[in-house]
């Protein structure tokens, strides 16, 4: 059952969107109106996503991937920042996932986490200006909602928490070390451990206290495999008869249903949202990875416990290994109760040879298929970048797909 925080929250969340519901109608039907009277027919045929609809993309600062890619200073790296979001624009976005929290390291200033390496150039130093308070403020300049991506429980190797040894904040990786598991190489904190799930939402209060996020939006919230080393723990805090795959579980929940109710209590306008596996569990002969069983995330019991505003899993295969079947079983499972919107791979476009056409029309399925909301993108550089792939489907977008702009499918304060 939902605790009281959240079930305001939730309750607060539903009315609203029955207004915005509404507004979105009339908008929808005031931009179709325009379309009609100034090209005819067939630019409203050719332009579908009138109507509400989430055109996000994960922008990541994990190593300087997305940004700042190299670039050093608070000026420079602020017009690279500013670069990327003009194309964005200029695509019709409506939603920047930016990453706030990579590695055990973080683009605000905490008393709990250290500044990112990627973006201060060192891991001794603190930030050169308010990121968190820059991006925000650009984005909403562009009429796109800016969410804070968190990556929870990784703390990452044991030379990147090095890195962090001279920094006046401790990375957890050092000052929890007790508190950590290593599993293949990276350094994580048991989500078994209670004190780890509190301690991580006193870090997320910060966030969230100081910063108007339009959301917040978790990543890695799963255990990183079967194999993870956690049976002392599992000894120390499981009740009797409790299987370890429901244990897991059930840590995870846990965690969840405590951040969103910090939330709710410290701004119950902002969502509460994930990125989880692709495949929520296997469909017929599918042999996939699977959020549930394979890593212990249940997204679905977030959501019907009134936990969960929003998710965008993960679809990063074609359909081979069931993009539409996968998609529509979270249709099926939570689209009643929040968004669900595709994550697509465009990475794999670099990483994989795909061709955009892949990606074109994994996002022509989605519009199709009805309960899903939209689609995000992975990752940024790879939607507005200089790899010809990437410039190809950046021009589809512009030119066939994301023709004009488009309310998102929940009440926004920034976007028309």
Known sequence: MPSEASSVATYKYRIVNIMAAALNVVSAAMIALVLLVVGGVTAVAENP?????VRGVWLTTNGGLDWPRGEKGAEAQKKALVDMLDRLEKAHFNLVLFQVQANGDVLWKSRREPAMEAVTGNGSSALDFDVCRFVIDECHKRRMECHAWIVPFRMGSSSHIARYKDNAVKHPGQSRRKYCVSYHGTMWLDPGVPDNRKWLVGLYRELVRAYDFDGLSLDYTRYPGADFPDSRTYKRYAPK??????WRRTNLNSFVAELYD?????????????APIGTYKNVGKLRNSTAYDSFYQDPVEWISSGHHDF????MYWDEKFGYSVNLETWVREAANSAPVAAGLAAYKMMDAGWSDDVIVDQIAKARKMNGVSGVVFFRAEHVVGNDSKARRLYSRLCDKIFTSPAPLPWFSGVTE
């Open 49 to 53: 996503a009138v109507s509400p609809e």
């Open 241 to 246: 008869h409790m299987s370890l795959a429901e």
């Open 262 to 274: 910090m939330v709710a209590e410290e701004r119950p306008e902002m969502m509460v949202g994930s």
């Open 311 to 314: 998710i965008a899993p993960q």
